[in-house]
């Protein structure tokens, strides 16, 4: 019986620790700027973001309907949802460029990439918006 009732006692001492962690990791979180579901201020692209418009390049070219001479990513938007959607804005020659919204899944999903929109006739002073 005392053995029963020991391990109730760890159970439950277990469980507080966990409520602890859960609640620290939230208030946490609520200081983060991105709140789930928003997106992030345009950013200067980096090697992360070009490696990814480097994959993305074939599938938005077919997507699009021609192919690109240059495909340089330049600025972009992250929207954290179940995974992280990248909205980019990419040159790709002379003035014209394209917004591409592609979708990193989650480390657990081996962190595939898709793309889940393209669009054309764009100009370097047209904002990243959600599409």
Do not use: W
């Not at 201020?41 to 997507?63: G, L, R, Y």
């Not at 909205?87 to 657990?108: A, E, N, Q, S, T």
Request: hydrophobic share 40%; aromatic share 8%; with cysteine.
């Amino acid at each position: 019986m005392q053995m029963v009732k020991f391990r109730r006692s760890v159970m439950r001492a277990e469980e507080r620790k966990l409520r602890i962690k859960f609640l620290v990791l939230l208030l946490g979180l609520i200081k983060m700027p991105l709140l789930c579901g928003g997106t992030t201020e345009a950013k200067d692209a980096n090697d992360e973001v070009q490696k990814i418009c480097d994959e993305m390049k074939p599938h938005a070219e077919e997507k699009a309907g021609k192919t690109f001479e240059v495909f340089t990513a330049k600025t972009y938007k992250t929207q954290l949802v179940a995974g992280t959607n990248y909205f980019i804005k990419v040159h790709v020659g002379g003035d014209d460029y394209v917004h591409l919204r592609v979708y990193k899944m989650l480390p657990h999903a081996g962190e595939k990439l898709e793309l889940h929109g393209v669009q054309t006739s764009k100009a370097h002073h047209d904002p990243i918006e959600y599409f």
